[in-house]
């Protein structure tokens, strides 16, 4: 029901925009937010938006940089990536969840709906 997508490679210094649109119920959930997992990582969070006031959360590691957001009309939540470095290279997943606190949304095991993961792939 979470599809994410507008991953790719990218240089240094460059952007991208991911998207994560929903087709079914998933977006009368509350928060929306982005993940990514490294090779041998574990997955670690990215950013985060509530869906009804827009409150944003972000990893100190991507803060100024990248740019969660919402299109309510269209069931979509994009995050903006600009200034990618390589360290930025991981899939990129979409999830979320109706029941988190703010809290608690650093923590992947809380989310109940994921997208399938999209690759991005920034080269120095």
């Known amino acids: 029901q979470l599809q994410a997508c507008g991953g790719g490679p990218a240089q240094a210094g460059g952007s991208l925009r991911l998207s994560c649109a929903n087709s079914?119920?998933?977006?009368?959930?509350?928060?929306v937010a982005w993940f990514r997992q490294a090779p041998g990582e574990e997955r670690e969070f990215v950013a985060a938006?509530?869906?009804?006031?827009?409150?944003?959360d972000y990893a100190d590691t991507v803060k100024g940089r990248f740019t969660i957001s919402r299109d309510t009309a269209k069931s979509t939540v994009y995050q903006q990536m600009n200034g990618l470095k390589p360290e930025d290279t991981a899939v990129y997943y979409c999830?979320?969840?109706?029941?988190?606190?703010?809290?608690?949304?650093?923590?992947?095991?809380?989310?109940?709906?994921w997208g399938q993961g999209t690759q991005v792939t920034v080269s120095s």
């Open positions: 999830a979320a969840d109706g029941t988190l606190i703010r809290s608690s949304w650093t923590n992947p095991t809380g989310y109940d709906y």
């Open positions: 938006i509530s869906l009804r006031g827009g409150t944003t």
């Open positions: 079914g119920r998933t977006f009368g959930r509350i928060v």
